[in-house]
């Protein structure tokens, strides 16, 4: 008796807007306990600075991991098989971990770096590195598919963004009295710090949108992953414009948003480096 086997092969677009839907359940559970959580009085729940205080380090220094993570599997993955696009965004985040770093080092009760630690500084390290990021991916969903880079062009990515991070350094340390205020000891914080996120949302909301509109017509399974992390950064820019001080549970909120998102950015970076090219070679 002779017995047929079949071999059931399964179909990648498919699989991957199986994958954009459960991502979009995500998004959208998530989007509906951030609103839902704003509609209670999170700015009245805090935590004391002494407990916040390594919480919120050991959160930054975790999304700078992710970010460092992303870098380096992207930066040593062979050009020919790594867009500009997808570069874009490695650079930026390694570029913004910098930035975050610094931030959590300067965070109000961390010993000084090399000028004394305050809200203030803290801040504006932080929006730096958020608007860095923001912009990126907006950039890289609208011009999705560029070619590989030549090595003379990663470089120059890189030395370009190192520049960027010099200027922001030299302008918080030693220029700290001249930027605009973002917090207030009596109103919180100011209209600059609300327009400067509120304007970040936007970016991100836009490139989530354009992450959508990509993956809806690829099997590439990055699309979907990274349209989940961006809306997922988007979600986490509410809580950062809705928070009054920086202990409160909206503040901390965010930032595990922020992590969430990190998280996913490195799953689909991991996905186009790391397993599509056994993919591929099993192929």
């Not at 011009?143 to 090595?151: G, N, Q, T, V």
């Not at 010099?166 to 917090?183: A, D, G, K, Q, Y």
């Not at 820019?237 to 909206?250: G, H, I, N, R």
Request: aromatic share 12%.
């Amino acid at each position: 008796m002779r017995l047929k086997q079949t071999e059931s092969s399964s179909d990648p677009f498919q699989d991957n807007q199986h994958l954009l839907r459960r991502q979009t359940w995500i998004v959208a559970a998530l989007t509906l306990v951030a609103v839902t959580t704003m509609l209670l009085p999170l700015k009245q729940i805090f935590i004391p600075p002494p407990y916040y205080l390594p919480l919120h380090t050991l959160l930054e220094f975790v999304s700078v991991l992710f970010a460092f993570l992303v870098f380096a599997a992207v930066w040593h993955t062979p050009e020919k098989e790594v867009s500009t696009s997808l570069l874009l965004i490695a650079v930026a985040l390694f570029a913004s971990g910098w930035l975050d770093l610094a931030h959590a080092l300067s965070y109000k009760g961390m010993p000084d770096l090399i000028t004394p630690s305050g809200v203030e500084k803290g801040i504006a390290f932080w929006l730096s590195a958020r608007l860095i990021v923001a912009v990126t991916l907006l950039f890289s969903s609208a011009l999705p598919r560029l070619r590989a880079p030549r090595k003379w062009e990663r470089i120059s990515l890189l030395a370009g963004y190192t520049l960027v991070n010099i200027v922001v350094f030299w302008l918080i340390i030693f220029h700290e009295r001249s930027l605009m205020p973002t917090f207030a000891a009596a109103s919180g914080v100011t209209l600059f710090k609300t327009s400067a996120e509120s304007a970040i949302t936007l970016l991100l909301i836009l490139a989530a949108w354009r992450y959508y509109r990509l993956a809806r017509r690829s099997k590439n399974a990055f699309l979907p992953l990274m349209f989940s992390a961006v809306a997922i950064a988007a979600i986490s820019e509410f809580f950062f414009t809705d928070y009054q001080l920086t202990s409160d549970a909206a503040n901390a909120l965010g930032h595990l948003c922020k992590l969430a998102s990190y998280g996913l950015i490195y799953r689909a970076m991991f996905v186009v480096t790391i397993r599509k090219p056994y993919q591929e070679l099993a192929a």
